[in-house]
């Protein structure tokens, strides 16, 4: 027995295709080279004190403000407009459900254990996120960083995730493609798969929960 009784899983790039790939499409329709993005996002933080992304992802700032700063700083970067018409919409049209860690996870919901979603993600997004997923089908808890003020990798909001569950970390095991993400849950006590691929990610989520034909939860921790 593992003593795993929950599963806590990220959204993008662990139950989605790598969201590199969105945003590599995204920055060749308007002409940026690979990065552009980022480095926008890493100036403006320097000039304004604050990461844009992590604002918005905190629910401190709007999709529309975020977009005309990002704006901003690409006029400032490239001596041009970049105006970034319909990111959303081009962003989502670059992702497609991993169906693979999807079926994993109905197995396990099957199988007895709780599952649970922790995301850093955008507060006008949700509607679009949660429309390529099974959502409530499959898990009993959704945090969204954007609806409770806190992102991973700070600590809070995994014991939010946590307390919703009713289930201390020990309990729980976490997967993620962000190796600070990773290592946050792991020093709270979380079992862990860095997600790399989805075999990797498969293999490592069944052996962690008692091999390849998976264990039943601890039903005295219950």
Known sequence: MSGVEAVISDFGGVLTTPLIHAFAAIQEQDGLDAGGLGRALRRAAERDGAHPLYELECGRMTEADFMARLRAQLREDLGREVDLRAFAERYFAGLRPNEPMLALLAELRDRGYRLAL??????????????????????????????????????AIYRLVCDRLGIGPEGCLFVDDVEANCAAAAELGMAVVQFRDTAQAIAEIRAALGGPQLSQPSRSQR
């Open 118 to 155: 922790l995301t850093n993600n955008v507060r006008e997004w949700e509607a679009r996120w949660r429309a390529m997923l099974p959502v409530d089908e499959l898990f009993e808890v959704v945090v969204d960083s954007a609806f409770v003020g806190v992102r991973k990798p700070d600590p």
